[in-house]
């Protein structure tokens, strides 16, 4: 009995150094900056539907974009209560104008691809944008990507830095993916900070359902397997909190602002059925566009005009 008792223990052991490590693993790679398995292996897994892959891309990412993108009108700089440099851009419509629009760029993505496409058309419509590269992503500092913890927080600093500097009659908030999550997640403070609207597109509703959704659907791993518990608490004593603490849902319901939400029907990295718990969980106006045919983050491709006409529409009932 004693020798079977030890066989046990042993086994016990391997299996848990095995899980820490496998979880381990999967949050260094999920929020570290260079991660090179997750843009060569996992990317492809998790969001296969990534809207770099349609061929309609063409049809946005075109010279005109390039030359809107290249010839910002202004490069702005803040820096974050934890003492990162994080960059933006500003690009300001002509005629004059003192309403603006603040966007928040996806996960492991930039101003350019995410940002740019909505921007050029916003700036055609009257609104001046500040495009902000997130923390740990395009010209910002910091190494560690936190899903909209952080991040929402910097965008707070940005708001309060734009209407120090700027003459701000208008102020919307726009993100996509996880920049949908910052904004979500600051949601709390629009009122305070005299925010006019928000815009979510694509956005998750709570972290540790969405992590869930990719482990047992994307690399099917068996729920039974306590990852997600050992990874929450690897966050909490690396970065000091873990991703419960990351859930859009529960901050909409301190929101009251007017807010728009954006989701593909055909998004299989962050599901559409997030789009309606957030609409759920919103205690301010709320409107939403689905997009039948769409990925994740495409619908401003797959629909354009559609897409830019619920949005444009939106922000200028707001105002």
Avoid at 173 to 195: E, I, K, N, R, Y
Avoid at 207 to 235: A, C, G, M, Y
Avoid at 247 to 271: A, C, M, R, Y
Wanted: proline share 4%; aromatic share 12%.
């Amino acid at each position: 009995m004693p020798v079977l008792v030890s066989i046990l223990i042993v086994l016990l052991i391997i299996i848990l150094i095995a899980l820490f490590s496998i979880s381990g693993f999967l949050f260094h790679h999920l929020t570290y900056k260079n991660s090179h398995w997750f843009s060569k292996t996992a990317h492809g897994i998790i969001n296969p539907n990534d809207a770099t892959t349609s061929n309609d891309t063409q049809l946005i990412y075109n010279k005109e974009l390039i030359h809107f993108w290249d010839n910002f009108d202004e490069s702005v700089e803040i820096t974050s209560f934890d003492h990162l440099k994080l960059f933006g851009r500003i690009f300001y419509a002509i005629p004059k104008s003192n309403n603006w629009v603040i966007l928040a760029h996806g996960y492991r993505s930039n101003g350019y691809f995410d940002s740019a496409p909505i921007a050029q058309e916003l700036v055609k419509n009257g609104f001046n944008c500040l495009v902000i590269d997130q923390r740990a992503h395009g010209q910002s500092q910091g190494t560690r990507i936190t899903l909209g913890k952080n991040e929402s927080h910097d965008l707070v600093a940005w708001t309060t830095f734009l209407k120090d500097n700027q003459t701000v009659e208008q102020l919307f908030w726009f993100g996509d993916s996880m920049g949908a999550g910052t904004v979500l997640m600051a949601s709390p403070q629009a009122h305070t900070l005299g925010m006019t609207g928000i815009i979510a597109d694509c956005g998750y509703s709570d972290v540790p359902t969405l992590f869930r959704d990719i482990l047992t659907n994307r690399f099917k791993v068996p729920d039974s397997l306590p990852l997600l518990t050992i990874i929450n608490l690897i966050s909490r004593l690396r970065l000091g909190f873990n991703f419960k603490a990351i859930s859009p849902k529960t901050n909409l319901e301190k929101n009251t602002v007017p807010l728009l939400l954006i989701h593909g029907q055909k998004d299989l990295f962050v599901p559409a059925y997030m789009s309606l718990e957030n609409q759920s969980a919103t205690n301010g106006p709320v409107e939403t566009l689905f997009i039948e045919d769409a990925g994740h983050f495409q619908s401003h491709i797959i629909a354009r005009d559609e897409y830019f006409k619920t949005l444009i529409n939106f922000i200028t009932k707001s105002s």
